[in-house]
């Protein structure tokens, strides 16, 4: 069986399982698996371009997830008039002296010589940039927060249309990406994973208690959708009722199927855009140049490379489709909710989907994109339904049945654990390898 063969295949398996949810069970459960699908292949993208490419080893992918969320909330929710006019200048002319104070440090350092008047006057320039920062900060956010706390307390954003907040979106994470690669590159693999890790944990940290930003742990709703139409609109529109009472679809399962029909069409130029300009970058001298740093550092950067700086871009790059697909994540659930971005979710299924699907290779990222999340979403009620079967027989109120039925939920863990096992013993290098 050649290459192309083998990966069409797969491909054709795993789409023809979704199929299978949609005659068996309900077209919107597979619609909404192909939709998260989709978000997760393009996930999966970005983490292949910096482990796949490079070999960088990076586990704080909700961090840049959660960005890609908050632009989504920066560029497209309406602006809270009456918080700005509290608070919102002075919250920015804090943020400009914090930035200014930043910016003369490193001016400073740069400039002074070496010794003691050096430390002291670093010293001295941060402690009074921090209190006036604090200064000015506290009382704007205490302002900002207690502008109806229940509907708003938060700044709101600029109230421009959502598809613009998907590459604000990836820029955010890029700049964080920036940030933390200038600071962390160098480090071994290893510690490299755990200063990802830390700087991601820190973000969401940000996220959860900076009400005048996300509102927090309260979470902001109702981000825009245009041009996506709501299903309460094509509920009430009197041609779409009419048109689908006459095709025989009931016409509030009919309008949730028409959006996630929408969703689809998006998501989808969005990935081939990505995986064609994914698959254009390999195939390029720099993609060969980054497959030749990834497996010799030494010999790359003997051959005149910039190793650190190649790592960097990559690094960017990676995280940049990250937070674009967390922008597109946000907007389909038409919620920030900063809570829910966890380890488990965003970073352990994504490397399950590029190592499952076979690192280096951008086709087989996106198949593991969407077999990983298919077993994910399908796997508990197969598991729910494998325990009512092996219970069938005991008596109700049997411990060991009341056991079974309660460990359906963990059928997820399980079924992952066990995927990523036998492909690593079957297929080392994934179901669609690395040419």
């Known amino acids: ?167 604000i979106g990836g820029a955010l994470a890029a700049g964080a990406a920036w940030i933390v690669g200038k600071t962390a590159l160098g480090l071994r693999s290893d510690y490299l994973a755990i200063a990802t890790l830390g700087i991601a944990e820190i973000i ?31 509920q009430n529109s009197p041609g779409f009722v009419e048109k689908m009472t006459a095709w025989g679809f009931d016409p509030v399962t009919a309008s949730s199927i028409v959006v996630k029909l929408c969703y689809a069409s998006l998501f989808t130029a969005v990935l081939l855009l990505l995986l064609w300009a994914s698959q254009m970058a390999l195939n390029s001298p720099w993609g060969r140049m980054m497959r030749a740093i990834r497996d010799n550092e030494v010999a790359a950067e003997a051959m005149g490379k910039d190793v650190t700086g190649r790592h960097l871009q990559i690094f960017i790059l ?14 389909l659930d038409g919620q920030l909710t900063p809570g829910t971005y966890q380890p488990l979710r965003f970073t352990f299924l994504i490397w399950v989907m590029v190592i499952v699907g076979g690192s280096g290779n951008n086709w087989g990222s996106v198949l593991g994109g969407f077999l990983i999340w298919f077993l994910w979403v399908e796997v508990e009620p197969i598991g729910l339904w494998l325990m009512d079967v092996i219970t069938s027989g005991m008596a109700d109120g049997s411990a060991l049945k009341t056991h079974l039925l309660e460990s359906a939920a963990h059928m997820r863990l399980l079924t992952m654990g066990l995927i990523l096992l036998l492909v690593l013993r079957f297929s080392p290098r994934g179901l669609i390898p690395e040419r």
């Open 1 to 167: 069986m050649t290459h192309q063969i083998r990966a069409i295949g797969m491909f054709a398996a795993v789409f023809a399982l979704i199929a299978l949810t949609g005659f068996t069970s309900s077209w919107n459960v597979a619609l909404g698996i192909i939709n998260m699908g989709l978000i997760s292949a393009i996930m999966a993208l970005g983490v292949n371009m910096q482990w796949g490419y490079a070999g960088l080893f990076n586990v704080g992918v909700m961090g840049f997830v959660a960005l890609g969320g908050l632009g989504a909330v920066i560029v497209s929710m309406p602006p809270v008039g009456e918080a700005w006019a509290t608070g919102g200048l002075r919250v920015l002319l804090a943020l400009a002296v914090a930035l200014g104070t930043i910016v003369a440090a490193i001016k400073l350092w740069g400039r002074m010589a070496p010794g003691r008047a050096r430390g002291l006057a670093m010293l001295a320039l941060l402690v009074v940039g921090f209190f006036l920062f604090r200064f000015l900060f506290d009382p704007a956010v205490e302002a900002i927060e207690a502008v109806n706390p229940a509907a708003t307390g938060y700044l709101g954003g600029l109230g421009l249309p959502v598809l613009l907040a998907w590459p």
């Open 204 to 234: 969401i940290a940000v996220l959860k208690n900076e009400d005048w930003m996300t509102r927090g742990v309260k979470n902001v709703i109702g981000i825009p959708r245009s041009p996506v139409p709501y299903e309460i609109d094509l």
């Open 318 to 331: 990676g995280s940049a489709i990250c937070g674009l697909a967390g922008a597109m994540m946000t907007t």
